[in-house]
Nanobody, 127 residues
Framework: QVPLVESGGGLVQAGGSLRVSCAASGRTFYAMGWFRQAPGKEREFVAAISPIGNTYYADSVKGRATLSRDNAKNTMYLQMTTLKAEDTAVYSC???????????????????????WGQGTQVTVSS
């Protein structure tokens, strides 16, 4: 098991910025990602990062999101700017197991490709 703990969610005004973090225990160099789910909607991909830091973003956040990782702290960060009401959702981080993260350059965009999930953190953008 790889416990994942998200933090940094909260209430922010439209146009503002927010950073959410995901701390992982155990070994580093997991392939990791962020997903979000708004009330009444399907979970959707937000951003992904490979073990060495290659990133990929959903079109809905491209240009407004920056994903990074600090392997020394086993932590991944999602910085979002110019937040919109439609960004309101529970944001969950996910990680692939070390066995599934052998390709250091690969990132993954589908929820079923991940082995571990955090509990989620609420992000609410007020308009």
């Amino acid at each position: 098991q790889v416990p994942l703990v998200e933090s940094g969610g909260g209430l922010v005004q439209a146009g503002g910025s927010l950073r959410v973090s995901c701390a992982a225990s155990g070994r580093t160099f997991y392939a990791m990602g962020w997903f979000r789910q708004a009330p009444g909607k399907e979970r959707e991909f937000v951003a992904a990062i490979s073990p060495i830091g290659n990133t990929y973003y959903a079109d809905s956040v491209k240009g407004r999101a920056t994903l990074s990782r600090d392997n020394a702290k086993n932590t991944m960060y999602l910085q979002m700017t110019t937040l919109k009401a439609e960004d309101t959702a529970v944001y969950s981080c996910a990680a692939r197991s070390p066995q599934h993260s052998i390709d250091r350059f690969a990132y993954y965009t589908r929820a079923l490709e991940y082995d571990y999930w955090g509990q989620g953190t609420q992000v609410t953008v007020s308009s």
